[in-house]
């Protein structure tokens, strides 16, 4: 992790944290600060296709190859879907206070969103805000689905384990019930004539 890591950090991602992938939130309503409705528009305009052609990998690699094979599309294809989608001073990702990956740290001006959705439980509501360099930042909650639990949840196949200690040892996106609050989609929208 970087230096100047704040108490947050510390309290709620832990030294290696990695790809977690409940697959798909719900949102609607919003808590928006500083963000106009043309922003919030073209945040999740960004932002569907990412979760649609990540919800279809997982759904097929689950029909072909099991628990097994969707520990890959999280690991490789996510990231793949999200550089693909992030361009045109559009980023994009996902990150937890329980990651798996540490390639999916959360960037800075997501950590009190996520202390948010900790601390209301249950808040499908997207936020948005203005960022200090003047872009967007928005976020949608994910929360766990029953076919996350093969990978994420309480009992994990022993075939999955060895999987996931194999390649993240550090693992901390185990122990999840369907419905619990999983993570976070992100998107940071660049400020005009920033990309």
Same mark, same amino acid.
């Given at each position: 992790?970087?230096?100047?890591?704040?108490?947050?950090?510390?309290?709620?991602?832990?030294?290696?944290?990695?790809?977690?992938?409940?697959?798909?939130s719900?949102?609607? =309503?919003?808590?928006?600060?500083?963000? =106009?409705?043309?922003?919030?528009?073209?945040?999740?305009? *960004?932002?569907?296709?990412?979760?649609?052609e990540?919800?279809? *990998?997982?759904?097929?690699?689950?029909?072909?190859?099991g %628990?097994?094979?969707?520990?890959?599309?999280?690991?490789?294809?996510?990231?793949?879907? *999200?550089?693909?989608?992030?361009?045109?001073?559009?980023?994009?990702?996902?990150? !937890?206070h329980? #990651?798996?990956?540490?390639?999916?740290? !959360? %960037?800075?001006?997501?950590?009190? #969103?996520?202390v948010?959705?900790l601390?209301?439980?249950?808040?499908?509501?997207f936020r948005?805000?203005?960022?200090?360099?003047?872009?967007?930042? +928005?976020?949608?909650?994910? +929360?766990?689905?029953?076919?996350?639990?093969?990978c994420?949840?309480?009992?994990? !196949?022993?075939?999955?384990?060895?999987? #996931?200690?194999?390649? +993240?040892?550090?693992?901390?996106?185990r =122990?999840?019930?369907? =419905?619990?609050?999983?993570?976070?989609y992100?998107?940071?929208?660049s400020? %005009?004539?920033?990309?």
């Open positions: 992790m970087r230096d100047g890591v704040g108490a947050m950090r510390r309290a709620f991602f832990p030294a290696v944290i990695g790809i977690w992938f409940g697959v798909l719900s949102c609607g =309503g919003g808590g928006t600060t500083g963000v =106009g409705e043309d922003d919030i528009q073209r945040a999740q305009a *960004a932002l569907e296709p990412f979760k649609a990540l919800q279809t *990998a997982l759904r097929e690699s689950l029909r072909a190859a %628990p097994e094979g969707a520990i890959a599309v999280c690991r490789d294809k996510a990231p793949e879907i *999200a550089a693909a989608l992030g361009k045109d001073g559009i980023r994009i990702g996902r990150t !937890s329980r #990651l798996r990956n540490p390639k999916n740290v !959360s %960037p800075r001006w997501v950590e009190p #969103l996520i948010e959705f601390e209301k439980g249950n808040d499908r509501t948005a805000v203005r960022l200090p360099d003047g872009g967007i930042g +928005y976020v949608e909650p994910i +929360y766990v689905q029953p076919m996350c639990l093969a994420h949840g309480k009992e994990i !196949s022993p075939g999955v384990s060895e999987k #996931l200690d194999a390649a +993240y040892p550090h693992d901390n996106g =122990g999840f019930d369907a =419905g619990d609050f999983r993570g976070v992100w998107v940071k929208l400020a %005009p004539n920033r990309k």
